[in-house]
């Protein structure tokens, strides 16, 4: 079974433009949430959507923004971009349980 | 506020020894515990976690972590650790009553020396 995946990889962006990031669950999971990982910290949650709507979001700007399809995929979108948004962004699929499984992250450096 | 602690940065250690990396946290509700691992470039994977029963918990890679609620901490060991055990490792908590989010710790990073 394949796992989280996410789209793409590696992203350079410039400041000021705007980014969307790619999200696919595990089948049959219907919670997506997004969390974005600094240089040397650990992640902090930004996102979790379940059954489309959105359950939670963390202390981010609103130029920050999510949101989730009927096939369960989710997509992150960040406008606006500043140097400091630069991060490594995961994506984590739960079922009906509380563990969340991890996809590879997508690395967005924003010069 | 909830928090999760993890006391060292960076933990070095010679390939057979043994390993704990100290993990406590903050809540004035019950929690659930886990410990993640990344290794460079990837994403997290789930070593172990607790969420009620036995106060230790074994996981992956012979990887085990005891629950103390007294002290709230989260304790992960390994009795041997292997080269390609080198990779940096997550605490996190979930609060009982908010699924929705995991709280991670800053992180330590295990290296191992042959």
């Known amino acids: 079974d394949a796992g989280v995946t996410q789209s793409p990889t590696h992203l350079i962006k410039t400041r000021g433009q705007q980014v969307t990031l790619r999200c696919s669950p595990i089948?049959?999971?219907?919670?997506v949430s997004w969390y974005q990982q600094v240089l040397g910290q650990g992640p902090q949650f930004i996102f979790q959507?379940?059954?489309?709507?959105?359950?939670g979001r963390g202390n981010f700007p609103d130029r920050f923004s999510a949101r989730q399809f009927p096939n369960y995929s989710s997509e992150l979108n960040v406008n606006a971009l500043l140097l400091g948004d630069s991060a490594l962004y995961l994506c984590?699929?739960?079922?009906?349980?509380?563990?969340?499984?991890f996809g590879q992250g997508t690395r967005l450096t924003v010069v | 506020a909830q928090s999760v602690t993890q006391l060292d940065s960076q933990v070095p250690v010679f390939e057979e020894a043994p390993v704990e990396l100290r993990c406590n946290y903050s809540s004035s509700v019950s929690v659930y515990l886990f410990w993640y691992v990344q290794y460079p470039n990837q994403g997290l994977q789930l070593l172990l976690k607790?969420?009620?029963?036995?106060?230790l918990v074994k996981g992956i890679n012979g990887f085990e972590a005891e629950f103390n609620k007294s002290q709230t901490s989260f304790h992960l060991r390994k009795p041997s650790v292997h080269i390609s055990d080198t990779a940096e490792y997550f605490c996190a908590v979930i609060l009982s009553y908010n699924t929705d989010k995991l709280i991670f710790g800053t992180g330590t990073r295990l290296q191992v020396f042959p």
């Open positions: 959507y379940y059954e489309k709507e959105e359950r």
């Open positions: 984590a699929s739960s079922g009906l349980n509380t563990e969340a499984f």
């Open positions: 089948s049959g999971h219907k919670s």
């Open positions: 607790y969420l009620s029963g036995s106060t």
